[in-house]
């Protein structure tokens, strides 16, 4: 006598694909640093496509202008075509939503990072629930790399190459020249 399989009552299939494999990578990018770099190169590596995302920020006074990041990530990523820059203001989950983005990428250099970035995660997470924050690490030889202290080496005519990508070096060389050495420093 041929028997019935009991099927047991499966819940409703989760979808869990993502609506797009794009990325958006947000920040200052104030300038943009080999961390910054890193992480975004590592993003490309996992998503279709990346969208660097430069904060159009009106209360903060920017060393450097937004077209200036735009042309900085543009000439540093031309090799990739996976790799987008763009502006924005208001809301990252709003354009990340009119993007059709699945995540909003994040870099976490050291724990020090990682309470801001929680929190900041989790409140675009109740804002838009679908679209997911994924944390990066630099490698080791960019953790301590920040744009506040590029800017502040560089106004103390300090060396930051190796740290900034070749056109962030170049303009931070003609935005601040190194000082001649006073006749008391020999
Ligand atoms: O490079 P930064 O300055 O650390 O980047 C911060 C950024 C741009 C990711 C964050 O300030 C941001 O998302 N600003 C847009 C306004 C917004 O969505 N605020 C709510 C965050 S929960």
Redo the contacts with the bound molecule.
């Keep these: 006598m041929l028997g019935f399989v009991r099927v047991p009552p499966q819940a409703p299939a989760l979808n869990l694909e993502p609506t797009s494999r794009l990325a958006i990578c ?5 300038p943009l640093t080999l961390g910054h770099v890193d992480i975004i190169r590592r993003a490309a590596r996992q998503f279709d496509r990346v969208v660097v ?1 430069v ?1 159009h ?1 009106t209360g903060k006074a920017p060393l450097f202008t937004v077209a200036e990041r735009l042309d900085f990530i543009r000439a540093t990523f031309a090799d990739d075509p996976g790799v987008e820059a763009d502006a ?8 990340a939503r009119r993007r059709g983005a699945a995540a ?1 990428v ?1 870099g976490i250099r050291a724990v020090s990072d990682f309470e ?1 970035e929680f ?2 995660a989790l ?2 997470r109740r ?1 838009a629930p679908e679209v997911e924050t994924v944390f990066l690490t630099p490698a080791e030889e960019y953790s301590y790399v920040s ?1 506040r202290l590029i800017k502040e080496i560089t106004a103390l005519s300090g060396d930051v190459r190796g740290l900034v990508p070749e056109p962030v070096a170049e303009r931070l060389a003609e935005k601040f020249p190194a000082a001649p050495e006073s006749a008391t420093d020999a």
Excluded at 26 to 30: A, I, Y
């Design positions: 947000p920040g200052s990018f104030d995302a904060l920020n924005f203001s208001g809301l990252l989950v709003d354009y909003i994040r801001y929190q900041m409140m675009n804002l744009s």
